[in-house]
């Protein structure tokens, strides 16, 4: 499949009625781990999960570091990668021709609640590039409406991350990511909006299941940390059992 095709491959699971799960990886065993379930029809990577498997804090993996990572998770397996890719690193152009080069065909750039004509141009960029490759990249613009919005009312929030959402859109968007949001009133007037299948989601603790969030509308649903967080304390645990009894458990499948 050429990733022209791989990428509106992605485009119309957006679309699609049913929501699209994407479960986070951060490496390439990970990734394989993950796209051998048949239910898998995407790959999601996570920003923070392979900022923090190379040291870094969430937001500062250096472009190169990241760009090479979700190029290998995109080399390993079959279905479309989209990669979180920060905010752009300063040129979200560039940066897009680099995912797409690597042979990812979608992406999260967050605005960090920046001007919105300033948030705008960068979305602008992307379709911009990824237009000059051929390829009908799948941008899931992410807005940090609720995120960073300090201690101001939820419906101040409710009204950026709208008025953002729609600009996004207008600007060549696939999707607008609202991180942030468990409760169904608030995806309702979200979904309300910026529209029917066009909010993306991230499943927290607490929040809505994914078909509750289908049901409302919603597009994607992703677990940004989440999964390699489950990840890192089965290995603690298992750690913290094998300096007990030192056996390792029986009937482990090979998966890497």
Request: a negative charge; proline letters at 5%; glycine letters at 10%.
């Amino acid at each position: 499949m050429t990733i022209a095709k791989k990428a509106q491959t992605l485009i119309d699971l957006y679309e699609a009625p049913e929501i699209l799960r994407v479960v986070n990886v951060w490496d390439v065993v990970g990734a394989k781990a993950v796209a051998a379930l048949p239910e898998t029809k995407a790959i999601a990577t996570a920003g923070h999960g392979i900022a923090a498997s190379f040291g870094y804090d969430d937001g500062a993996t250096p472009r190169e570091v990241m760009i090479d990572m979700v190029g290998r998770i995109a080399a390993s397996v079959s279905v479309p990668v989209t990669a979180d890719l920060d905010d752009g690193y300063g040129d979200a152009g560039e940066t897009t021709r680099l995912a797409i080069a690597a042979g990812v065909v979608g992406a999260n750039v967050e605005d960090r609640l920046k001007p919105l004509a300033e948030s705008v141009a960068v979305v602008e960029a992307i379709v911009k590039a990824a237009e000059a490759e051929g390829v009908p990249f799948a941008l899931n613009a992410r807005t940090d409406a609720f995120v960073r919005g300090g201690g101001r009312p939820v419906g101040e929030s409710v009204s950026d991350a709208i008025q953002r959402g729609r600009a996004f859109l207008d600007a060549g968007a696939t999707a607008v990511f609202v991180p942030g949001i468990i409760d169904a009133y608030i995806t309702r007037q979200l979904v309300d909006g910026i529209g029917e299948r066009k909010v993306s989601v991230i499943g927290l603790p607490g929040a809505l299941t994914a078909a509750a969030y289908e049901d409302l509308g919603v597009a994607r649903i992703s677990y940004g940390p989440l999964p390699q967080r489950v990840a890192l304390a089965a290995l603690q645990e298992l750690a913290a059992d094998l300096y007990g009894t030192g056996v390792v458990p029986a009937g482990l499948p090979a998966l890497n």
